[in-house]
């Protein structure tokens, strides 16, 4: 019979004695259970207060992305992600950018959409209309939740509300919307949404079940946009080949779902660096790209009249500085430091602008040489570090293969095995 991952008072034990339990239940090696536990900057006791049942950490390379200038003013920008290629090819479409200027960002103000569903409501017209009636009272209940975030100028600002049809019947939905300054702000709209059913109960008649905010920001946009000189790409015809590229993505779902990935790429990597939700980012993202009912992508590519190539992007940006993991994760803090940003707002800028960047590097490539080659050059590296390379012998092993023009764990063995026995009849 299987061991059973039914562990009654899991939650009670140290991590210690957790990674016990999980050694035995999965066979690992004392040096397996060492690995997981060696924690660096993030200690065990921090991360066991960052979530539930933690017996180590999953550390990520942190990068830096080079060459950024948005709005006239120089970054640094700190890249958490295991995927080889990214931050160089940010960095190189960043240095490209340069040439005209560097990026120029803005955005709307840092507005959150609070979701109330009330149900069986027999009349949920008039009932929109009352509810639309006792806004200022809706939206004074739910300010007093949250007195320092409306002593910073924040808050519920105003209240939406839409009538909607499901397969269980019609349904009245309240929008609060609040003003979230530095905050993503789920803890606050969450906790106002909560704070005003009763109100939203006693209008409609009706049952309110979820009170939950939407990741679907479509009121906290960052927008970015930047020139690519023709020059700077190599010729003209890159530039009508990224506009193709674009064509595409923009006419076939298959394409655009890659499209947007390369650019959640960058977009993701500063998220998680910056000790952010890589999941409100990722949903509000593609669920923006399919708002008109197609998905398309989150990047629009053009060619001006002096025949360069103009790249702008808009997505939905809950990024926050304060609370979370932003304000209490070590490196998270640092990255921020090194980002110098000042407002979540900003931050959320200058991720769009990584956005922008990741995907004209990309479209870049592929509508040249090809993904492949820069990206196995890499690669290569991992492979041969799986190959049992260590050392000096990782570059060199590399090289060969990526020379040769077959990275295969197969061929980096042989590599292995080749220069070892060259080094020993030495
Ligand atoms: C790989 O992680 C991302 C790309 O596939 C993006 C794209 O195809 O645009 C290169």
Same mark, same amino acid.
């Given at each position: 019979m299987g061991k059973s991952s039914q562990i009654s008072g899991f939650y009670k034990l140290s991590t210690q004695e957790r990674a016990k339990i999980v050694k035995e239940f999965a066979n690992l090696t004392d040096e397996e259970v060492g690995l997981i536990r060696a924690t660096g900057a993030l200690k065990l006791e921090q991360a066991d207060r960052m979530i539930e049942n933690v017996i180590g950490v999953m550390p990520v390379p942190l990068g830096i992305a080079v060459n950024f200038l948005i709005n006239g003013k120089d970054y640094l920008i700190p890249m958490a992600i295991e995927e080889p290629s990214v931050v160089a090819a940010a960095s190189n479409a960043a240095k490209m950018a340069r040439v005209k200027g560097g990026f120029t960002t803005n955005s709307t103000a840092p507005i959150m959409i609070g979701q109330i569903q009330a149900v069986h409501v027999v009349d949920p017209h008039r009932a929109k209309l009352e509810i639309l009636s006792a806004k200022e009272e809706i939206i004074k209940k739910a300010n007093e939740q949250d007195p320092i975030l409306v002593s910073l100028g924040g808050g519920a600002k105003d209240i939406e509300v839409k009538v909607i049809d499901t397969i269980t019947g019609q349904m009245v939905i309240t929008e609060l919307l609040v003003d979230c300054r530095d905050a993503?702000?789920?803890?606050?709209?969450?906790?106002?949404?909560?704070?005003?059913?009763?109100?939203?109960?006693?209008?409609?008649?009706?049952?309110?079940?979820?009170?939950?905010?939407?990741?679907? @920001?479509? =009121?906290? *946009? &960052?927008?970015?946009?930047?020139?690519?000189?023709?020059?700077a790409l190599g010729g003209e015809e890159v530039v009508d080949g990224i506009i193709e590229a674009y064509a595409f993505a923009a006419a076939d779902p298959y394409r655009c779902a890659t499209h947007n990935k390369g650019i959640m790429n960058g977009i993701t990597a500063v998220v998680l660096a910056t000790g952010n939700d890589t999941r409100a980012i990722e949903a509000g993202a593609h669920a923006y790209a399919a708002r008109s009912g197609q998905y398309i992508p989150l990047t629009v590519w053009e060619k001006n009249n002096d025949g360069d190539l103009v790249g702008t992007i808009e997505l939905p940006m809950a990024v926050g500085l304060v609370g979370g993991a932003t304000a209490s994760h070590p490196i998270a803090k640092i990255a921020i430091k090194i980002l110098g940003v000042k407002t979540a707002t900003e931050l959320g800028e200058v991720i769009a602008a990584v956005?922008?960047?990741?995907?004209?590097? @990309?479209? =870049?490539? *592929? &509508?040249?040489?090809?993904?492949?080659?820069?990206?196995?050059?890499?690669?290569?590296?991992?492979?041969?570090?799986?190959?049992?390379?260590t050392g000096e012998l990782i570059d060199k092993v590399a090289e060969a293969l990526a020379k040769e023009g077959k990275v295969r764990l197969d061929r980096a063995k042989q590599f292995v095995e080749q220069f070892i026995k060259q080094e020993a009849s030495k």
């Open positions: 993503m702000g789920a803890n606050a709209v969450n906790t106002m949404a909560e704070a005003v059913t009763p109100l939203i109960e006693k209008i409609t008649l009706g049952k309110v079940y979820l009170r939950i905010i939407s990741n679907l @920001a479509t =009121k906290r *946009l &960052a927008r970015a946009k930047a020139i690519f000189a023709k020059e956005g922008l960047a990741q995907n004209l590097a @990309a479209l =870049k490539e *592929l &509508a040249t040489i090809g993904i492949q080659k820069g990206h196995m050059a890499l690669h290569a590296r991992n492979i041969a570090i799986m190959a049992g390379a």
